[in-house]
Each structure stands twice: as C-alpha cells, then as structure tokens.
C-alpha cells in the first residue's frame, strides 16, 4: 500500500493497527510520511 494511500486512511480516522497489510515504518517512513502529511495541508 502506497504512502499517500496510507495518509489518507489515517487522516480519514482508519486505525493503523486496522490497516490491511500496514507494515512497520522505520525512522525515514515516518518522517516521509509526516512530511506528505504538510505538502498535502492536513
């Protein structure tokens, strides 16, 4: 599942732990996706 795919899941109230096939974001993921989260102006 894409990152953007992931934000919008979240951002729409869907728990990550519910999230068919979400992995373990290691350090990097996470700050990638935080900053998709600021480009995207949620």
């Known amino acids: ?5 992931i934000a919008t ?3 729409l109230g ?3 732990d519910e ?3 979400f992995k373990i974001f290691d ?3 996470k ?3 935080f900053r998709l989260f600021e480009e995207v102006d949620w």
């Open 27 to 29: 350090k990097f993921e």
């Open 14 to 16: 869907e728990n990550e």
């Open 1 to 5: 599942m894409g990152d953007l795919a």
């Open 9 to 11: 899941m979240i951002k």
């Open 19 to 21: 999230i068919s096939g």
């Open 31 to 33: 700050k990638m996706r």
